[in-house]
Nanobody, 121 residues
Framework: QVQLVESGGGLVQPGGSLRLSCAASGTIFNISAMGWYRQAPGKKRELVATITRDGTTDYADSVKGRFTISRDNTQNIMYLRMNNLKPEDTAVYYC???????????????WGQGTQVTVSS
């Protein structure tokens, strides 16, 4: 099947930066949309940013101008560069990918296991 593995989380001071990575592996014919979501304690999972295969991006208002999503289609890797981090960015960050397993099949949604980002002084 398909596995999504996130990395790059950690503890950072307010104003600092981190880069998250999400590597997809397995039986993959094509990956269309990919995205980053996050879930803070006691809150619902929320969308952070999305990117289509051709590079069209969209961001939550709370991260616009601070976060940048990108992807490498040849390696099936997605990134999230996070600058000027704030305490309210603290959450578990999850990657999501719409994966087409074979030609002619509809994409299936897959999720990573999550990586913790903590912004604190």
């Amino acid at each position: 099947q398909v596995q999504l593995v996130e990395s790059g989380g950690g503890l950072v001071q307010p104003g600092g930066s981190l880069r998250l990575s999400c590597a997809a592996s397995g039986t993959i014919f094509n990956i269309s949309a990919m995205g980053w979501y996050r879930q803070a304690p006691g809150k619902k999972r929320e969308l952070v940013a999305t990117i289509t295969r051709d590079g069209t991006t969209d961001y939550a208002d709370s991260v616009k101008g601070r976060f940048t999503i990108s992807r490498d289609n040849t390696q099936n890797i997605m990134y999230l560069r996070m600058n000027n981090l704030k305490p309210e960015d603290t959450a578990v960050y999850y990657c999501n990918a719409a994966v087409q397993l074979r030609w002619g099949r509809s994409p299936t949604d897959y999720w990573g296991q999550g990586t913790q980002v903590t912004v604190s002084s």
